[in-house]
């Protein structure tokens, strides 16, 4: 499993829309050769048929689409924004950190959304993300 590794975390993005962003997301997971291309699209077209049902918590979202659309290993990246922003979501905007989630069974999606729960459900560790200036920081949390 790919879990918020140093090439899977990217701080301070600027994006525009949440499309670029659940892009940017996915784009890390394709370059470790957790997920393929079309998963980015796939999750790009979950978020255009379904709304903003990801965004779990105030400030974060996290995007996903089916294993078969294109996941090669378990995995998850962090996309840090530079500026929040509207997903459309009335009681958890705006969104400052996007998690997208690759798993490639029902067993791995619970696995991953476990070890993320146990890390967002602390609100020491949300500010710690939110303030972290690298990666080390952050890899720190979940030691």
């Not at 779990?56 to 995995?75: C, F, M, N, T, Y």
């Not at 619970?110 to 890899?139: C, G, P, R």
Request: glycine residues 4%; negative net charge; hydrophobic residues 40%.
């Amino acid at each position: 499993m790919k879990f918020l590794e140093e090439r899977l975390v990217a701080l301070d993005v600027v994006a525009t829309t949440p499309e670029e962003t659940i892009r940017k997301a996915g784009e890390l997971l394709v370059q470790q050769g957790a997920v393929e291309e079309s998963y980015i699209d796939a999750m790009l077209l979950s978020y255009e048929e379904n709304g903003p049902y990801f965004v779990l918590a105030p400030q974060i979202a996290l995007p996903h689409a089916r294993p078969e659309d294109g996941v090669k290993e378990a995995s998850v990246s962090l996309v840090r924004l530079k500026k929040p922003l509207n997903f459309g979501s009335e009681r958890n905007d705006p969104v400052k950190f996007v998690f997208a989630l690759g798993a490639s069974s029902s067993e791995e999606h619970l696995e991953i959304l476990q070890k993320l729960t146990v890390l967002l459900n602390d609100q020491h560790n949300l500010e710690k993300l939110e303030s972290a200036e690298d990666y080390q920081q952050i890899k720190a949390l979940f030691n």
